[in-house]
């Protein structure tokens, strides 16, 4: 009896192992810059990198509202190679080199991340490691297959 339930819990670890194998580094972005890593993934979730508005190795120009988009769609990205999307993000944490920011990333922050919201932190840091006004990273939940 003790044996055959010891077994039993030997395959359940064994089938949440494989219902959660989408472990390591999520490199997408790599192709268009050179990023150590766009994300990393473990135990059903994926924790980006802060993510930069670079395109294809180039910070975009257009100022917070356009850099807060091309920051997003390269999220999705990394996402979508970790096996889930911006609808699974749990948590998000903005960057700002500037407050005064926070309404206009908002407003593009509201319209492309599908509701229920992810629970947000939004802060202004001293200084961000670019040229550019801000900085995203996600945490995101990585549905079962
Ligand atoms: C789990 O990941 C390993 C290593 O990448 C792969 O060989 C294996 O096929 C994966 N298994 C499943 C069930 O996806
Ligand atoms: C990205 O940069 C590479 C190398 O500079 C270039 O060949 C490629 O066309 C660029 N891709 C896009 C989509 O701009
Ligand atoms: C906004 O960013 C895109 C890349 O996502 C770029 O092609 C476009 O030129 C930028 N718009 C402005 C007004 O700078």
Do not use: H, W
Request: glycine share 8%; aromatic share 8%.
């Amino acid at each position: 009896m003790k044996l055959i339930s010891i077994f039993a819990t030997c395959l359940a670890v064994a089938g949440t192992a494989c219902a959660y194998n989408a472990t390591g580094p999520v490199t997408y972005l790599g192709s268009q810059s050179k990023l150590l890593s766009g994300g990393a993934t473990a135990q059903g979730l994926v924790y980006t990198s802060g993510t930069t508005p670079s395109f294809n190795g180039s910070i975009v120009e257009g100022g917070i509202k356009n850099q807060t988009a091309q920051i997003i769609k390269n999220i999705e990205v990394v996402l979508e190679e970790a096996g889930t999307s911006l609808a699974n993000i749990l948590k998000c944490t903005v960057f700002l080199a500037d407050i005064e920011d926070y309404a206009a990333m908002n407003e593009v922050y509201q319209k492309m991340l599908p509701y229920p919201k992810p629970a947000r932190t939004a802060l202004q840091v001293a200084k961000l490691p670019g040229d550019f006004l801000v900085e995203i990273e996600a945490i995101a939940a990585i549905p079962y297959y």
